[in-house]
């Protein structure tokens, strides 16, 4: 474990921020650290760049983080394969299933490579960097921005011959009725899904995380290929 201080913090709203650390993790779009915040529980987090994480209070670490005052957190890492780079693509973010695909989205544009984004929460609130995206198309449950809808409102009419790759982050849920389309629509050969699960090693010696096909989040993902989770959605 290694230390870092915080030098900033962007709040997206009550229960969402982006933590700022004082040094760039070197990494790619993808990876994950193992955030510590002394006194509490070690959690994993996705980069949402190098040199930040994006979290959502959801348990007692998060939580603080998102609420406290810290200074300096400890780190290990990164883990995880990433995505696999790819010119023309697709990213499929819901709720704080953006924050690795934001990570992914701004090394893709950087690299020249065409990006679409579509990108779906509950109310406006919970849509973060809606200004930072080009091509990009976006749904609210609530109606309060873009389709009232959700993401799967987005994909249903479109098609996905033109993309070299297809990414998703987001709800399980989400990303099950997403894998269920583009199996319908012959395009599940292109997609890779970032999965979230509890872990408590982070290197695939506990198992915490194993999925019922034996694979382990932490160590041979957290991003798979779709052929992969077959029996998994």
């Given at each position: 474990m290694f230390t870092v201080k915080i030098w900033g913090l962007v709040r997206h709203s009550k229960n969402m921020?982006?933590?700022?650390?004082?040094?760039?993790?070197p990494s790619y779009p993808g990876q994950f650290v193992m955030l510590n915040l002394f006194g509490y529980e070690e959690i994993p987090l996705s980069l949402s760049s190098p040199d930040s994480v994006t979290v959502k209070a959801v348990g007692e670490t998060t939580r603080a983080l998102v609420e406290g005052n810290f200074e300096i957190v400890g780190l290990r890492g990164p883990f995880g394969k990433p995505f696999t780079i790819s010119d023309e693509a697709l990213l499929i973010a819901g709720g704080i299933g953006i924050a690795?695909?934001?990570?992914?989205?701004?090394?893709?544009?950087?690299?020249?490579?065409?990006?679409?984004?579509?990108?779906?929460?509950?109310?406006?609130?919970e849509l973060i960097w809606k200004n930072e995206f080009e091509n990009a198309e976006f749904s609210t449950e609530d109606g309060s921005f873009g389709i009232k809808g959700t993401v799967l409102d987005l994909l249903k009419g479109r098609s996905f011959e033109k993309y070299e790759r297809i990414y998703c982050c987001g709800k399980e849920e989400m990303m099950r009725e997403v894998y269920n389309?583009?199996?319908?629509?012959?395009?599940?050969?292109?997609?890779?899904?970032?999965?979230?699960?509890?872990?408590?090693?982070?290197?695939?010696?506990?198992?915490?995380?194993?999925?019922?096909?034996?694979?382990?989040v932490c160590r041979d993902g957290p991003v798979f290929k779709a052929g992969d989770l077959e029996g998994i959605f």
């Open positions: 921020v982006t933590v700022y650390f004082n040094k760039r993790i690795p695909l934001k990570y992914l989205y701004d090394f893709l544009r950087n690299t020249g490579y065409k990006v679409e984004l579509v990108y779906g929460a509950r109310s406006s609130e389309l583009l199996k319908a629509k012959n395009s599940l050969n292109k997609a890779e899904f970032s999965l979230e699960r509890f872990m408590r090693c982070g290197i695939g010696v506990c198992d915490s995380c194993a999925l019922k096909n034996g694979l382990r």
